[in-house]
C-alpha cells in the first residue's frame, strides 16, 4: 500500500486521505493508518492534504533473517546511495528483531554518528520491532556512544562505567585519539585471556595494541573511535570477535598523500587507473609493511604495525576484514599463511578505517 500511495503522490501531490482511497480503490482507514504510520515518508499540511515528504529517507533491513551479518549490511545500505546527499536530511533507519554482530554494529554505529556529527543530518534509531536485540545493545554499550542528538526509540538505559567486568565480552568502549585510555587493551586481554589462555592473550594484546595506537596517530578525525570484543559460543568451538574502528581518512586514503613522494615504485604498481588498486595496496601494507604516512618515518621503522597485526592473525588462523571508504578487503589465514582474500567493491561511503578479527577455538 505504500508503494502505491508514494506512485500516486508523486504524480498528484495535495490529495486528502479519502481522495488517495478513492483513486486506488482501497478502504479509507488502511489509507489513514498508511499514512500516519509513515510520515517520514508522508507530510500532510494544515487542511490534512498529502503529499511526499522529499527530505526524508527510510532505511528498511529484511525481515526473513536472524542474524544480521556484513554482507547483509553492506547490501542494504548500497541500496540508498542518497543518504549523503545534502538533499536528504532525516533518516530513519528501522531495525526487525536482529540478532547483532558485533562487526555490523561497529559499521552501523560509524555511519550514524558521522551522518549526524559530521552532516548535520537528523538521524533516528527505531528499534521498536527489535525487542530481543534492544537489551542486547543496552548491555554492550552500544547506545552509549550514539551521538547525543540521534533519537533512539524506544529510550535505552545507560551501561556506563560497565567494561572489564564481563569475562565474555569487552563492551563498546569509546577512544579518545587525543588522550586514549591506556586500560583498554588491558580490559582486552583480561577477556580474551579466559577463553584463549595468558599466552594467546598476549599476542592477541600486541594485535589490539598496535590497531589502538594507529587510531591516535592517523585518524585526523574530530569523533572518537571505538574498540569491542565478544566471544560466542558455538557447538564445536568458540568465534572471538574484535573489532576497532575509526571515523578518520582511511589507511588507503592517507598512504595515497605520500605514495608519489615516498614509494614511487608503489605508486607505479598500485596506480589508481588499476582495477582494486586500493584493495591490493592495503593488502600488500599487511603483507609486507615498512610503508607509512606518518610525518616521521627516516629508518622505515614505521608502518610495521598492520603487518604485525598480519602476523598474529597467521599464529591464529584468523579472517581480518578491513573496511575502507568504498570497499572492503578480507583475508583469510591458516597454517601461518594467507590462504585466500576477497574484496568487496562499490560500498556505501563511510569514512575511516574499520577492523574486524575473527578467529576460532576448538
Not at 136 to 151: A, E, P, S, T
Not at 201 to 225: K, M, Q, R, W
Amino acid at each position: 500500500m505504500k508503494e502505491q500511495i508514494s506512485e500516486l503522490l508523486a504524480h498528484r501531490p495535495g490529495l486528502k486521505a479519502r481522495e488517495i482511497a478513492k483513486n486506488l480503490q482501497l478502504d479509507r482507514t488502511a489509507v489513514n493508518s498508511c499514512l500516519y504510520e509513515h510520515e517520514y515518508k508522508f507530510k500532510k499540511d494544515d487542511a490534512f492534504r498529502w503529499s511526499l515528504s522529499l527530505d526524508t529517507l527510510q532505511v528498511e533491513f529484511a525481515h526473513n533473517r536472524k542474524w544480521l551479518d556484513i554482507p547483509c549490511l553492506e547490501n542494504t545500505l548500497k541500496q540508498y546511495p542518497e543518504i549523503w546527499s545534502d538533499d536528504i536530511q532525516h533518516i530513519t533507519f528501522s531495525f526487525p528483531n536482529y540478532s547483532f554482530l558485533i562487526s555490523t554494529l561497529s559499521r552501523i554505529l560509524a555511519l550514524v554518528n558521522q551522518l549526524c556529527a559530521l552532516k548535520g543530518k537528523s538521524i533516528k534509531l527505531d528499534f521498536s520491532q527489535a525487542q530481543n536485540a534492544f537489551g542486547y545493545l543496552c548491555r554492550v554499550g552500544w547506545f552509549d556512544l550514539v551521538d547525543k542528538n540521534i533519537q533512539i526509540t524506544p529510550t535505552p538505559t545507560k551501561q556506563n562505567e560497565r567494561y572489564g567486568q564481563n569475562q565474555k565480552l569487552m563492551e563498546f568502549v569509546s577512544i579518545d585519539s587525543r588522550e586514549p585510555d591506556e586500560n583498554i587493551p588491558i580490559y582486552i586481554k583480561k577477556v580474551l585471556a579466559t577463553e584463549v589462555g595468558k599466552d594467546n592473550a598476549n599476542l592477541a594484546f600486541t594485535y589490539v595494541a598496535e590497531l589502538f595506537g594507529n587510531i591516535g596517530e592517523h585518524a585526523n578525525s574530530p569523533l572518537d573511535g571505538f574498540v569491542a570484543v565478544q566471544i560466542y559460543k558455538r557447538k564445536r568451538q568458540s568465534q572471538i570477535q574484535t573489532v576497532i574502528s575509526d571515523n578518520g581518512e582511511g589507511i588507503v586514503a592517507t598512504l595515497r598523500k605520500v605514495l608519489a613522494e615516498r614509494y614511487p615504485d608503489l605508486e607505479r604498481a598500485f596506480a589508481e587507473s588499476i582495477p582494486d588498486s586500493d584493495a591490493l595496496l592495503l593488502k600488500y601494507v599487511f603483507e609486507k609493511g615498512s610503508i607509512s604516512s606518518a610525518l616521521n618515518n627516516v629508518d622505515k621503522s614505521r608502518g610495521l604495525g598492520l603487518k604485525r597485526s598480519r602476523d598474529i592473525a597467521a599464529d591464529f588462523n584468523a579472517t581480518i576484514c578491513i573496511r575502507q571508504e568504498h570497499f572492503e578487503l578480507t583475508m583469510n589465514y591458516r597454517d601461518n599463511r594467507l590462504i585466500s582474500y576477497s574484496i568487496l567493491k562499490d560500498l556505501l561511503h563511510l569514512k575511516g578505517t574499520h577492523i574486524c578479527f575473527d578467529f576460532y577455538i576448538e
